[in-house]
């Protein structure tokens, strides 16, 4: 029998062959140096770079790209975990709309904007939590 999450809470599915099943939980930390490798791979991957519609970037290109990333305190980034391992990443700024537009239209809605809401250092973000809607 699996555990279904309860409300507010966000499961990851994974597919394992023909099988569909409900896999383990999924949160947010922020991004630590070593995960900058493991976000290296996938960029690297033939799948990712079709879905992304951008080629995958050299080793150094790619280290440099991410420390201006985590460099630029305006920006919102965050390690995905599926349970203990890292899954992926989300980026996140304030001044692109059309992310903001995109999540509207896959049913994201605003549901806590506060500065400082996530995050145990004052760096003067505000950050908007979204959910998605139910029903």
């Not at 555990?3 to 099988?19: F, K, Y």
């Not at 290296?40 to 799948?47: A, G, I, R, V």
């Not at 994201?108 to 004052?122: G, R």
Request: charged share 25%; glycine share 6%; proline share 2%.
């Amino acid at each position: 029998a699996s555990t279904l999450p309860r409300e507010g809470e966000v499961s990851c599915v994974e597919t394992n062959a023909s099988q569909l099943m409900l896999s383990e939980m999924v949160s947010l930390r922020r991004v630590e140096l070593d995960d900058l490798l493991l976000f290296f791979e996938h960029q690297s991957e033939p799948e990712a770079n079709a879905m992304a519609a951008f080629p995958a970037r050299d080793h150094d290109t790619f280290m440099s790209h991410w420390q201006k990333i985590l460099a630029d305190e305006t920006v919102i980034v965050r390690s995905v975990l599926v349970g203990d391992d890292v899954g992926g990443n989300i980026v996140s700024w304030k001044s692109n709309s059309a992310s903001v537009r995109v999540l509207g239209k896959c049913g994201f809605a605003v549901d806590l904007k506060e500065s400082d809401s996530l995050c145990t250092t004052s760096d003067g973000v505000e950050e908007c939590v979204y959910r998605l809607a139910s029903g």
